[in-house]
């Protein structure tokens, strides 16, 4: 080898060496391989470690998956299909894993037809692979995120005027590449005209003033699907002037229905919320203020009218004859005159006032900002006018009037739901005097009932507690002095206020049930009182005053017999019961029917107090009665008073001619039973005989009496 040779030779080695690359040298026919040291330290290994190498070890290195595109590019080379063989394959390095190579050759010496020596080189391509690979994955992954979130992009070269979109662009346009050419104008054109215009104006100013933007649009696909997108754009500037346009191109279809449903929903429930809160407080027929509101708006007026020292008026209306109107002509006009009357209401009333309907066909007024009650008396007579508007109804003229109750406040202590029911019971008086009016609640008379009522809840607490007693006083045989019974009389023996004859208490039991309750205890007090002193061998008629309640009470016989069942040693002709006349008087026939049923039972009656309920002749005649009882008023009085002396001279001639016994009241001094005795009247009771006494007392007084039995000023 000259020295130009050597030379040669040597730069070719310092560039192989500098190059990294790797050379071989084939003899095809026997198999030699032979390789220079990168070859070898591509793969890890030094020369001496692969030789000999031959093309089956070479292949045994190669990956299975590239062995065969390997072997099918070198045969193409062979037979000259490819000038040159070049492939890319892994081999498997000395520590295990593979390197990627390009390997390169070409036949230089041939033996006939056949291939005899190839020369090439390996370079070790690894970095460039992963690098591409690693290039495939991110696209891989942006094209993959771009299909999950929708969104493409694209790109505008203001200088070519040529626009790009990426895959996931023209998948959310439902087009393809080789089938869709975009353009700035086409896209343009799929947009609805609303969004047409608005995504034209905003091109304009990117491209002209530099200006980006972020839209949400609707626009179609170029299958004609509408679909609502998300079109963003950044400009990219040279000098001052847009050179290019990129941004993305979203499909939020899913996100705005989303939102649309949601808004919808949101839409629905406000609705809701407002029927509910119109069904919470309104009237769903007459959309006036419904009772919660009421007390609302009420509580309001009264707060206010303090606050500037006015009058509020309640007024509660009920319209008379609306019951008649829906009977006769159905629920659906009656709810037309309804609507229609409510109008009429409220125009009768003004601004600052307050209509509302709490049920059926009643209405309440808050007539507010009054300097004095009877400026609301204009409103008042307003509001019975309205009420009484002839209305034509499916052809049909109906009218009713109207009752109103009316209440004022300030009051102290006062509610609304107390307001109310002092107008509900002016109302009610409304009506009984005639209705077609208005009438003023009676606070004086209201305090009254109250007290009443609680007077009623202390006297039915007492009764519980076993705070009533009964005293006795003795009734007389003026001629032969014998005790001839006993009236029971009530008392309250109270933890505060002592010793309560029965007209502290009994007044207010007037026509109130509970006066059965406590007559039926004096009933069975008395019996007890009878069957105790019979075990004593002092047997006594009691005589028992009766309640005109009582007496009227439906169970009363029923009552009083198992009373009588309860005490079966008691003799039922010791007790008698006392009426007043002019209760008796109330209710004749009843009266007639329940004295002969309590005689068949063994029990007999007294006329109390007669003289003063005016009997007929005709009524005493036929009452079953056994005693007649006159009144201690004539008695007191008939010593000085000839008329109250004529008076009871009058009743004994009756008495006989009914063959009724007589029993005067209130004798209180010798010359009154002496005085009775000449007029005929032998039987008497007073304090000149002796005063009410408990039971305990009555054995001492009856012994004294039978030892010196005469009449005392008032003593015994």
Known sequence: MNDSQSDNAERLELIIKA????????????????????????????????????????????????????????????????????????????????????????????????????????????DRKNREFER????????????????GGWELNLATGLLYWTAETYRIHEALPEEFDPSVDAGVDYFLPESKKIISEA???????????????????????????????????????????????????????????????????????TALQLSAHYDALTKLPNRILLSDRMQQAMTKSVRHGQFVAIAFIDLDGFKFVNDTYGHSSGDQFLQRITQHLQHSLRECDTLARIGGDEFVAVIDELNKTEDSYKILSRLLKAATTALDIDGECLQVTASIGVTFYPQNNCSPDLLLRQADQAMYKAKQLGKDRWHIFDIAHDYAIKHRLKELDRIK?????????????????????????MEALIRWQHPEEGLLPPAA?????EEDVLSIELGEWVIKSALKQLNCWRSTSLEMPISVNVSPLQLQYSGFVAQLKSMLDEFPLVDPNNLELEILESSALKDINTVIEVIGECNALGVEFSIDDFGTGYSSLTYLKR????????????VRDMLMDTDNRMIIQGIIELAKAFDLKVIAEGVETPAHGEELLSL????????????????????????RWQENPKLVDGRL
Request: aromatic content about 10%; some cysteine; glycine content about 6%.
């Open 19 to 126: 190059t990294g690359v790797g050379t071989w040298d084939w003899q095809v026919q026997t198999g030699e391989l032979r390789f220079n040291q990168r070859w070898a330290e591509i793969i890890g290994y030094t020369v001496a470690e692969l030789h000999p190498m031959s093309f089956d070890t070479w292949a045994n290195s190669v990956h299975p998956d590239d062995l065969l595109h390997a072997k099918e590019l070198l045969n193409q080379h062979w037979a000259g299909e490819l000038e040159l063989y070049e492939v890319e394959f892994r081999m498997r390095h000395k520590r295990g894993h593979y390197v990627w190579v390009l390997a390169s050759g070409k036949v230089i010496e041939w033996e006939g037809d056949k291939p005899k020596r190839m020369l090439g080189s390996h370079l070790d391509i690894t």
């Open 136 to 151: 495939i994955i991110a696209n891989q992954l942006l094209q993959e995120s771009q299909k999950i979130a929708k969104v």
């Open 203 to 273: 091109l304009d100013q990117a491209i002209n003033h530099g200006v980006d933007y972020d839209l949400e649009l609707e626009t179609y696909t170029t299958k004609g699907r509408k679909i609502d997108v998300r079109t963003t754009c950044n400009v990219t500037q040279k000098d001052g002037a847009a050179i290019r346009l990129t941004g993305i191109f979203q499909d939020i279809t899913d996100q705005k229905n989303a939102q649309r449903k949601l808004e919808m929903s949101n839409f629905n429930l406000e609705q809701a919320n």
């Open 461 to 485: 607490q007492a009764l519980r507690n076993e705070e009533f007693i009964l005293f006795y006083q003795p009734k007389i045989d003026l001629q032969t002095h014998r005790v001839i019974g």
């Open 505 to 509: 208490f009994l007044p207010v039991l």
């Open 623 to 634: 009452l079953p009665a056994e005693y007649l009882k006159i009144d201690q008023s004539f």
């Open 680 to 703: 005929g009247c032998l039987l008497a009771q007073g304090y000149g005989i002796a005063k009410p006494m408990p039971a305990s007392d009555f054995p001492v007084w009856i012994k």
